[in-house]
């Protein structure tokens, strides 16, 4: 059974930069998925962050791009999230998830999600 | 455009028929997946791809199809427990981006 587990810092300063780790159990991180971030401001609806393959290949929200690197790290079989010069706006719940990419594209598999919230 | 309109909330009353839509032009070229939302918890998918795939777990109530510009879920004899969330997703015309749509609250009375 695959899980995804989001870690990192509940709390981050504004200015500052968001990380976050996605462990992955029960599938290796180097199978021919993509691996995703998606957030939930609260009350609002989910806003796609990016995707990352194992060979470092990226897809980013264009709205982010510029602030947000995703990389892989095959050795301890998880994927990371960074988003810089965070803001209040960036408070949100922070979810990982698998993507299946072939002739239809999904997210079979999510993590419970990591609160983050951006405050001095 | 690469953006996905839904309605923000439907209601149905238990054990009726209920469809929930999305709208957007990437929807012409690609399938929409859609997921499922309770309060406090994690999305979790109940609908992907054409002919109604479904995940193993998810009741075959639930179903989908598209036409045009527009994705549907339709919920079959909608239980109380069906209340929630849901959300479309789609690539966009570059198959690079991917967006959700703003959501549908679904309301069992």
């Known amino acids: 059974q695959v899980q995804l587990q989001e870690s990192g810092p509940g709390l981050v300063k504004p200015s500052g930069t968001l990380s976050l780790t996605c462990a992955v159990s029960g599938a290796s991180i180097s199978s021919t998925n993509w691996w995703s971030w998606v957030r939930q401001p609260p009350g609002k609806g989910l806003e796609w962050i990016g995707e990352v393959y194992h060979s470092g290949s990226t897809n980013y929200n264009p709205s982010l791009k510029s602030r947000v690197t995703l990389s892989v790290d095959k050795s301890k079989n998880h994927f990371s999230l960074r988003l810089s010069s965070v803001t209040a706006a960036d408070t949100a719940v922070y979810y990982c998830?698998?993507?299946?990419?072939?002739?239809?594209?999904?997210?079979?598999?999510w993590g419970k999600g990591t609160t983050v919230t951006v405050s001095s | 455009s690469s953006e996905l309109t839904q309605d923000p909330a439907v209601s149905v009353a238990l054990g009726q028929t209920v469809r929930i839509t999305c709208q957007g032009d990437n929807l012409r070229s690609y399938y929409a997946s859609w997921y499922q939302q309770k309060p406090g918890q994690a999305p979790i998918l109940v609908i992907f791809?054409?002919?109604?795939n479904r995940p193993s777990g998810i009741p075959d109530r639930f179903s989908g199809s598209s036409s045009g510009h527009t994705a549907s879920l339709t919920i079959t004899g909608a239980q109380a427990e069906d209340e929630a969330d849901y959300y479309c997703c789609s690539r966009d015309s570059s198959d690079n981006h991917r967006v959700f749509g703003g959501g549908t609250k679904l309301t069992v009375l």
């Open positions: 791809g054409k002919n109604n």
């Open positions: 998830a698998r993507v299946v990419w072939n002739a239809y594209y999904y997210l079979d598999v």
